[in-house]
């Protein structure tokens, strides 16, 4: 468990230094979330929006446009990430980020 985590560790680093570079929309968390959720919300979008980056998508723009298979994917990836992580979404959480109909909870 502790190499998984240090390999997740390593990824979401080398994601958002690669990203970095380029510049990560901020993070504005939905309403509806408690400051824990805010927190983990804000560490799928910075997964979200690195993937994208590396993706080839410019999201620097205020006006920025992904195709949503694209999006989604990275939101799931964001999920993953955060579910390897802590071990645990909150049901709102999940409902407000995360609830993709492709994303399998048995993974």
């Not at 400051?35 to 993937?51: G, K, L, N, Q, T």
Request: glycine share 6%; charged share 20%; aromatic share 8%.
């Amino acid at each position: 468990m502790v190499v998984k985590t240090k390999e997740i560790m390593v990824a979401v680093t080398l994601l958002v230094n690669t990203a970095g570079a380029f510049g990560l929309p901020a993070c504005q968390p939905p309403l509806g979330l408690d400051a824990a959720e805010d927190e983990h919300y804000c560490m799928i979008h910075m997964v979200r929006s690195a993937c994208l980056v590396q993706k080839g998508f410019d999201i620097e723009t205020d006006n920025w446009v992904v195709p949503l298979s694209a999006y989604d994917e990275c939101t799931i990836l964001g999920c993953d990430q955060l579910l390897e992580q802590t071990g645990f979404i909150s049901d709102n959480l999940f409902r407000l980020a995360c609830n993709i109909a492709r994303f399998d909870l048995g993974k």
